[in-house]
Each structure stands twice: as structure tokens, then as C-alpha cells.
């Protein structure tokens, strides 16, 4: 079986890394869901519709969270809420907001569970609010499509599977996105969190 290495994102710049708590990948990021990745939610509670009001004023919550930590952190940023993908979401941009992300992302996940969480202490409802700062999602997306398609290569090349590096729930929906809209190839996750992963191999 084929090794491939993921690129790594740019280190926090003063190299420390939050321990992630269980996500979405959201992957469901996903976070994120996709095959056989579940998002994890507040209190395990099974997930229910909600209408694009609800899923807005989630949005809003978390705003004005990740705005109370920016003041208590003394970092500015502009913060965006909407809802995008039958998901809310909130984007947080400005300079110095790496820190805010970490190493691949770790500090941007355990951030973003945290606000969840404030989410489901004000409405008693499970979120699945997609957390961005400075773009990081999208050009983790980007660098994991690179990664995706050429363990395809490797897999339609040599007909072999391919095991990918551990990933996040939010890395690996990317990942599985890429590979389920291409032919002959299919995808699956192993192992258990933190170092679950995935296989690519030939379709049966």
C-alpha cells in the first residue's frame, strides 16, 4: 500500500497548537458529513432540520462569540455571518489571525467546537456553523484536492491503494468530495480519532 504525505499549512507563529476537540467535519467542516464520517454534536443529540432563519440566527451567535473572544484576545478582524450550504457560517478576517488557526488547523477547530457549543447553550439545538479565519478552509480545500487527485493517479497508475496521512473529519470530507466525483476510484476512512484516515482504492 502507497504512503502519501499531505502538505502541511503554514505553523502559528508562535508554534503552539490547541488540542482539537471532536468535530464536524464537516466533516462534515465538514466539517463537513460525508460516507462514513459523522459529525459529532452537543450532547450526541440526533440532528433536525432547521429553517434558514434558525440556521441564521445560529450564525449570529457565533458571531457575537468570536467577536467576545477577538476583544478578550486583542485581535481585530471583520466578521461576516450568513448561511451557505444549509449550514451557518462565519468568516473572520483580518491581519494577525494566524495564531488563531495553528498548526493544520488545530486551533481552528477546537474554536470552532467551542462555538458550537455556545450556540447550543443559547438554543438547546446541535450546530453545524462552519468556523473560518483568514481563509484557512478555503485553501486547506484547495491543497487537499491536489492531494486527492494525485493518490488517483497513484491508484489508477499502479492499481494499488493509496492510505493517506491522518486528517481532521474537516480534511477528510474534502479529500472524499474529490475522489467520489471521479471514475474507478472509490474512498474510505479508517482508524480512530486523532488518527483516522483515508484509503483510496480501485472501485469494485
Known amino acids: 500500500m502507497t504512503e502519501t504525505s499531505i502538505p502541511r499549512a503554514e505553523q502559528s507563529l508562535d508554534e503552539e497548537e490547541t488540542a482539537t476537540l471532536?468535530?464536524?467535519?464537516?466533516?462534515?467542516?465538514?466539517?463537513?458529513?460525508?460516507?462514513?464520517?459523522?459529525?459529532?454534536?452537543?450532547?450526541?443529540?440526533?440532528?433536525?432540520?432547521?429553517?434558514?432563519?434558525?440556521?441564521?440566527?445560529?450564525?449570529?451567535?457565533?458571531?457575537?462569540?468570536?467577536?467576545?473572544?477577538?476583544?478578550?484576545?486583542?485581535?481585530?478582524?471583520?466578521?461576516?455571518?450568513?448561511?451557505?450550504?444549509?449550514?451557518?457560517?462565519?468568516?473572520?478576517?483580518?491581519?494577525?489571525l494566524q495564531n488563531l488557526v495553528g498548526q493544520r488547523g488545530a486551533t481552528l477547530e477546537a474554536l470552532q467546537e467551542l462555538t458550537r457549543l455556545a450556540i447550543f447553550r443559547q438554543t438547546g439545538t446541535p450546530s453545524r456553523l462552519l468556523l473560518d479565519v483568514g481563509g484557512y478552509r478555503a485553501n486547506r480545500r484547495k491543497e487537499l484536492a491536489a492531494v486527492a487527485k494525485n493518490a488517483v493517479e497513484k491508484v489508477k497508475e499502479y492499481g494499488e491503494p493509496v492510505r493517506l496521512e491522518a486528517m481532521s473529519a474537516f480534511e477528510r470530507k474534502c479529500v472524499h468530495d474529490v475522489v467520489n466525483a471521479m471514475a474507478g476510484v472509490e474512498s474510505e476512512s479508517e482508524g480512530v480519532e486523532p488518527n483516522r484516515r483515508i484509503v483510496v482504492r480501485p472501485a469494485d
Open 22 to 96: 471532536a468535530v464536524d467535519g464537516d466533516d462534515t467542516e465538514a466539517d463537513e458529513v460525508d460516507g462514513d464520517e459523522t459529525e459529532a454534536t452537543a450532547g450526541g443529540r440526533e440532528k433536525k432540520s432547521l429553517g434558514e432563519s434558525d440556521l441564521f440566527r445560529q450564525s449570529e451567535i457565533a458571531a457575537d462569540y468570536v467577536e467576545g473572544l477577538l476583544d478578550i484576545l486583542d485581535y481585530d478582524g471583520d466578521i461576516d455571518e450568513l448561511v451557505a450550504g444549509g449550514r451557518p457560517v462565519v468568516e473572520v478576517v483580518g491581519a494577525r
